[in-house]
């Protein structure tokens, strides 16, 4: 049951969390005109083309509406866990004003779930004990912010899909992986299955952005140029080049902090 509020829990905030940038990516290019599109209607056969302005202007309100929603979303699910296991009722209330005020029907199920089972059985939430590490929250920070610059980078979106993968893998691998109550058959295979899941996925995005940085680099670089103009050269290199080094540390972490919960659990067999 406990595991089951976590996943609903940590579905939504990571949704939510890359909701909020990917809306804030979509918002900026409205504003700044390099996105352009057109708003049809069809009458009795008729069709009607709204002028650019009108139609900007929807569209800006439209991923601004959207892009708020999920940042406060993320601000009141992110409040109800740290409140989860002192303040239960209050928390499950967060959650389930987080999924309606999300807009978002993933959310809005996920967190409508977590909630009732606060409600259901708030002396067992009160009494989980959530897991601590050496590394506190240095990890998902890191990452995040890895995952931001890069997209902010227009050169690295991958390794954004990359950063925001690892970040949620890892905590997928917290909630899901108890080293104190699994079998043995799970066990024998929870090493390799993590190690390689973490490594994995890190090589595969690094790959993936080489290959479309080298096939898509004219129509990154036309899009650069719209958002940042002459200074795209300076700040798109600087920009990617600290969200590769600030992946690879985040990824370390992530791995450490799964390294020494296996280790912990060998050195108790």
Known sequence: MIKTIKVTSLIGLILEAFLSFLFLLFFVGSVSGISHSEIRTTINEQTTTKSTE??????????????????????????????????????????????????????????????????????????AVIEKNKIGNSWWIILAVAGI????????????????????????????????SNGQAFESTAKPTIYLSIIGLFIMSVLMNIL??????????????????????????????ISILLFALGTIFAFQIQKARLQHQNSKQ
């Open 212 to 241: 479309f940085y080298i096939v898509l680099y004219d129509d990154f670089f036309d899009i650069g140029l719209k958002l940042y103009g002459d200074n795209f050269h300076f700040i798109g290199k600087t920009l990617f080049f």
């Open 54 to 127: 009108m139609s900007s202007l929807i569209f800006n309100w439209i991923f601004g509406v959207l892009m708020v929603a999920s940042f406060i979303s993320f601000i009141i699910g992110f409040t109800a866990l740290k409140l989860m296991t002192k303040k239960t009722t209050m928390s499950a209330v967060f959650y389930i004003i987080g999924g309606v005020v999300s807009l978002n029907l993933i959310t809005i199920v996920a967190w409508m779930i977590c909630g009732i089972l606060i409600f259901k059985n708030k002396a067992a939430v009160k009494e």
């Open 149 to 180: 610059f890069s997209l902010l980078s227009i050169h690295g979106f991958i390794i954004t899909i990359g950063a925001f993968g690892i970040l949620a893998l890892n905590i997928v691998w917290l909630t899901v992986y108890k080293p104190k």
